[in-house]
């Protein structure tokens, strides 16, 4: 090796590290990426030079390199929806474990955009998640060459040879249906959701086989999936004179029972009212909302797992599918009349 002095002010290069070893600048590159094919004395030298002149390698350099940037990229239709950052915690700390950064995308409930978002993301990482996309079968389908390697989340895509985390989104409405069925309630409204999102239209044709087989009568409510938007709405709910609610998430049903406390309008002695997903607020509304409680946690860490199958060539596990737990609180009561 070459001697180091204590006043070099230099820059710790690839190339002073190769002086220091006594070594290539490839032998460097090699030993810096990870590479089995330098000799373990040439390898340990390399390191050791590399912790004297304490040189950290460029990241952009290291992925021209190995082709790969060690990032991946998620998708979501709406960031301030705290299931989707649920799953986005989980994704993130379950890519980490292998080394792997998180990139992530909102595209705002815009179809428009959110094939070009999708695009976009892709180009900058080496995979992604793309969790409950917004646009069409047709376009999802045309655009999924330009994705792959990708994994969906909360999208059922049959005629797609894509990797899948879902939620049994008709299991978890029956549930609920059953549960309010069971306190007496026969006329229910449903505050419906983005009209693009394939888990509300699950919702919603679960509920119409009810109201088709005679045993509720469904009233339907545009509405959305923020809390604003079941606030909105909660006035609608006492001109229908009906005795509970299913709201398509969680922050509308939140915004419903909001909404109807400024309008005097006691829950669940008036009106029931039950939610879907179960995030964090859930048990602490007044009063503690019933949900029917979706895993995250495990949504996140399973779409990793299948994305990660596919970066290193490998047949990922087949398809996650989760049944909704139901959880009953104080927001859902027997049925009484309107006096």
Known sequence: MTAET???????????????AGVSRATVSRVMNGSSTVAPHLAERVRAAAATLNYQPSVLARSLAVGRTSTIALVVPDLANPMFQDVLRSLSHAAATQGHRLLVADSEENVAE????????????????????????SELAALAPQLAPFVLVNREAPDLSVPSVNVDYAA?????????????HRKVAYLAGPPTSSSNQLRLSTLRGFAAAGRLDLVEHECGATFSDGHAVAGRLIDDVCTAVIAYNDLVAFGALSGLHELGVSVPQQISVAGFDDIPFARYTTPPLTTASVPPSEIGERAWHRLWALLNGQQPEPDARFRPRLVVRGSTGPAAAWS
């Open 114 to 137: 959110e094939r070009l978002i999708a695009v976009e993301a892709r180009r900058r990482c080496d995979g992604l998640v793309l969790c409950a996309p917004r646009m069409p079968d």
């Open 172 to 184: 978890g409405i029956r549930d609920l249906v059953s549960h309010l069925i069971g306190l007496g």
């Open 6 to 20: 204590d006043d070099d002010t230099r820059p710790a290069t690839i190339s002073r590290v190769a002086e220091l």
